[in-house]
């Protein structure tokens, strides 16, 4: 697909980049008049929740109205400042998988992990505390900096984004 488009196929961080502006189109035009939702808030919201999985370690997300709400995030709480009709259209796109028991997971491990280094890019690109930041990825133990097990996955695409965590 990205080939017919743009006559490129780049490097992996762009082909995963249009993979994920593909999965996040509404591909049903009778669905997308009724669950608008527009390409740049389904990218942010969809790096919040990529961003939660990561740091809770939970990988399931509740969709609105779960039976089984104690299991997996709560994305209506996590996009707080959302209307649940758009956490419900977020929560379709063909990024997640399909529901199960009222949960859907991101359908590519590389993908969530993609969403959100740009998450933490954006974070330090918009002046949030860059020590906090980098101390959830760094840690001193034992007198030596070791890498957080948890967030070392989404090192290697944080690198590509950030010169200075990049160095470090």
Request: proline fraction near 5%.
């Amino acid at each position: 697909a990205k080939w017919k488009t743009d006559q490129t196929l780049d490097g992996r961080l762009e082909l995963l980049q249009h993979n994920i502006d593909l999965r996040l189109n509404e591909i049903d035009p009778d669905r997308a008049q009724r669950q608008p939702l527009n390409q740049e808030k389904a990218r942010h919201g969809a790096r919040v929740l990529a961003t939660a999985v990561i740091l809770t370690g939970e990988p399931g997300i509740c969709i609105p109205d779960s039976t089984q709400p104690d299991k997996g995030i709560d994305a209506e709480s996590v996009l707080g400042d959302w209307e649940p009709a758009e956490v419900q259209a977020l929560l379709e796109r063909g990024i997640f998988n399909d529901a199960l028991y009222g949960i859907v997971r991101f359908r590519h491990r590389e993908i969530r992990e993609l969403l959100a280094a740009e998450w933490f890019s954006h974070q330090l690109r918009n002046g949030n505390s860059r020590q906090a930041t980098e101390s959830l990825f760094f840690r001193e133990q034992y007198g030596h900096l070791v890498l957080t097990p948890r967030l070392r996955p989404v090192l290697p695409w944080l690198i590509l984004f950030d010169d200075e965590i990049r160095h470090k």
